[in-house]
């Protein structure tokens, strides 16, 4: 069945960075592209980014931009989120998220996602 | 990028029929066929519900259904029960290769 798991998450200052990574198994990794989220704490759901299936292609959110910076390694399964000049409103849980094809040539939409990692900026 | 709007919250009573609205532009919504609705329990990952606009994935009951009209979509659950009671998000790709998600709704079953 289809998993996917973040890791590395933690406590760090501000100012300072982190990358947690997502594990992907029980599916094709390099034929999806994928997607980070994240929701603050009694807030709602935040796109981040995206990466197309080869790793060559990346969008942001506005938010993140030139701050964070998507990547994959498809021979490792693996998406990572590294994150730069991190600040206390990045504190949130990331969720990774497989993207969907559907019926009719529908994409854009997450049937899969992580069970997200918590990451808290504070001094 | 702003975020969609949603009402902050919508209410009705078991058995009844609730239609959470989300709107946006030409831009996102009323661009593409390509919204899409979760559902979040407190706690738990998101779940979807609806894709492409009015498409519902296998295993989602058919008490949900999506639909649009110019740049407002819409997710009606009919015959609510009181499990139904949760966040939801609307979700749509926007014209500059980015997506955005609403801002929530907070659905209670009376």
């Known amino acids: 069945q289809v998993q996917l798991v973040e890791s590395g998450g933690g406590v760090v200052q501000p100012g300072r960075s982190l990358r947690p990574s997502c594990a992907a198994s029980g599916f094709t990794f390099s034929y999806d592209p994928m997607h980070w989220v994240r929701q603050a704490p009694g807030k709602g759901l935040e796109w981040l980014a995206v990466?197309?299936?080869?790793?060559?292609?990346?969008d942001y959110a506005d938010s993140v931009k030139g701050r964070f910076t998507i990547s994959r390694d498809n021979s490792k399964n693996t998406l990572y989120l590294q994150m730069n000049s991190l600040r206390a409103e990045d504190t949130a849980v990331y969720y990774c998220?497989?993207?969907?094809?559907?019926?009719?040539?529908?994409?854009?939409?997450?049937?899969?996602w992580g069970q997200g990692t918590l990451v808290t900026v504070s001094s | 990028q702003s975020a969609l709007t949603q009402p902050a919250s919508v209410s009705g009573s078991a058995g009844q029929s609730i239609t959470i609205s989300c709107t946006g532009t030409s831009s996102d919504v009323g661009g593409y066929n390509l919204v899409s609705w979760y559902q979040q329990h407190p706690g738990k990952v998101p779940k979807l519900m609806i894709y492409?606009?009015?498409k519902r994935p296998s295993g989602v009951s058919n008490r949900f259904s999506g639909s649009k009209s110019g740049n407002t979509a819409s997710l009606t659950i009919s015959g609510l029960q009181p499990e139904d009671e949760s966040d939801y998000y609307c979700?749509?790709?926007?014209?500059?290769?980015?997506?955005?998600f609403g801002t929530g709704t907070r659905v209670t079953v009376l």
């Open positions: 998220a497989r993207e969907g094809r559907g019926d009719g040539g529908s994409w854009g939409f997450y049937e899969y």
């Open positions: 492409g606009d009015s």
């Open positions: 990466i197309s299936k080869d790793g060559r292609n990346q």
């Open positions: 979700f749509s790709y926007t014209r500059t290769h980015t997506y955005v």
